[in-house]
Nanobody, 126 residues
Framework: QLQVSGGGLVQPGGSLRLSCAAS????????MGWFRQAPGKEREFVAA????????YYADSVKGRFTVSRDNAKNTVYLQMNSLKPEDTAVYYC?????????????????????WGQGTLVTVSS
């Protein structure tokens, strides 16, 4: 129900945009999150956005460089990544938190997200 695209190889300082197309229960409900997992490391939260209000939340490591957005008409969420660093190299996943209630803050633990895309590799290297 989540289809991720847009990964690839980019030089340090470059930009890349990831897309996550949602369908079924994952579209227009709850929160869409982006996570990443670098080689040998645990999966970590990157950014998230609410479908309804567009509220966003970012990990400190990407704040000011990454922007998450959504297109409700296309049921698609984007992650615009600028000023990329080698430490941003990872497999990036989008995920859907469909159980979050209206008033709750955006959650950052991966176990709160019920649906996952297949992941896309982002490599930042010269």
């Amino acid at each position: 129900q989540l289809q991720v695209s847009g990964g690839g190889l980019v030089q340090p300082g470059g930009s890349l945009r990831l897309s996550c197309a949602a369908s079924g229960r994952t579209s227009s409900t709850g929160v869409m999150g982006w996570f990443r997992q670098a080689p040998g490391k645990e999966r970590e939260f990157v950014a998230a956005i609410r479908w309804s209000r567009g509220t966003t939340y970012y990990a400190d490591s990407v704040k000011g460089r990454f922007t998450v957005s959504r297109d409700n008409a296309k049921n698609t969420v984007y992650l615009q990544m600028n000023s990329l660093k080698p430490e941003d190299t990872a497999v990036y996943y989008c995920a859907a938190d469909v159980r979050i209630i209206w008033s709750a803050p955006i959650r950052t633990n991966d176990y709160d997200y019920d649906y996952w895309g297949q992941g896309t590799l982002v490599t930042v290297s010269s």
